[in-house]
């Protein structure tokens, strides 16, 4: 089937994109991975309107990207944290991927302000493709072809 042909109603790419296709949820969902959970800490961080912090974490709750976990300081009132789903791991290699690219194509002389590390050996995470084979692929060796979810535009 020619690719023109499909219909791209059920493409896993925009329905990725409806979830975290908006520069805020991207931008949240990494303070969230590099440790910071509370609504006060991400706004600051972040300097985004607590009106659209509120709605986006909302958004991303509903979608099961992020859980809301109740925590309570001496004195005050009980608040939420936001806390990754297993989903939310899921996604953390394409804000790696948007960083790789970034810091190739987009950073300054000085070099990148972030940097990805192992945990365990302390080396450099990086992205690569690499078909079911094992072998590396570069992006000119990629080809979509039609997958058992593919459905004629014409159907």
Not at 124 to 145: A, M, N
């Amino acid at each position: 089937m020619d690719w023109r042909e499909l219909d791209l109603g059920n493409c896993s790419i925009a329905a990725t994109l409806g979830l975290i296709g908006e520069r805020w949820a991207l931008l949240i969902l990494r303070e969230v991975f590099a440790g910071l959970h509370r609504f006060d800490e991400i706004a600051e961080h972040l300097g985004v309107s607590r009106r659209v912090l509120t709605e986006r974490l909302g958004q991303l709750v509903a979608a099961g990207l992020l859980e809301r976990r109740s925590y309570q300081e001496a004195g005050q009132r009980a608040r939420q944290e936001y806390h990754l789903t297993p989903s939310a791991h899921d996604i953390h290699w394409v804000l790696a991927a948007l960083l790789q690219y970034g810091d190739t194509h987009l950073g300054g002389p000085e070099g990148p302000p972030a940097l990805l590390n192992h945990a365990g050996c302390g080396g450099r995470v990086h992205l690569e493709l690499h078909c079911s084979c094992g072998h590396e692929v570069t992006t000119s060796e990629v080809e979509p072809i039609t997958g058992p979810g593919a459905h004629s535009a014409s159907a």
